[in-house]
Nanobody
Framework: QVQLVESGGGSVQAGGSLRLSCVLS??????????MGWFRQAPGGEREGVAA???????FYADSVEGRFTASLDDAKNILYLQMNSLKPDDTATYYC?????????????????WGQGTQVTFSS
């Protein structure tokens, strides 16, 4: 049983920052068993990959967030983070973390085995 729980979403103004967290809960496993990813889905849109990591902390980003978003792992706490800076209205979406047992550094949703429930990021004027 693998459970992923995201938090940290909220309302932000253009240019602002947020840090999302994703806690991995599973009996006997840590991040070393998985490769992790962050995805987002805007209202009416498809789920798109934002960032992906491998078991050694290497990261890969979508062009749309490169240089603004940073994904990182805290192995001791089983927490995946997504630091989001210089936020834009186009970043409005529900953000999901996901875990894959076999594929690393991929932004394709179909290769991930487990998903969280999502946390929402919205913009305020």
């Amino acid at each position: 049983q693998v459970q992923l729980v995201e938090s940290g979403g909220g309302s932000v103004q253009a240019g602002g920052s947020l840090r999302l967290s994703c806690v991995l809960s599973t009996s006997g496993s840590t991040f070393s068993k998985f490769c992790m990813g962050w995805f987002r889905q805007a209202p009416g849109g498809e789920r798109e990959g934002v960032a992906a990591t491998n078991r050694f902390g290497r990261t890969f980003y979508a062009d749309s967030v490169e240089g603004r978003f940073t994904a990182s792992l805290d192995d001791a706490k089983n927490i995946l983070y997504l630091q989001m800076n210089s936020l834009k209205p186009d970043d409005t979406a529900t953000y999901y973390c996901a875990a894959s047992r076999s594929v690393c550094l991929s932004l394709r949703p179909d290769v991930y085995d487990y998903w969280g429930q999502g946390t929402q990021v919205t913009f305020s004027s």
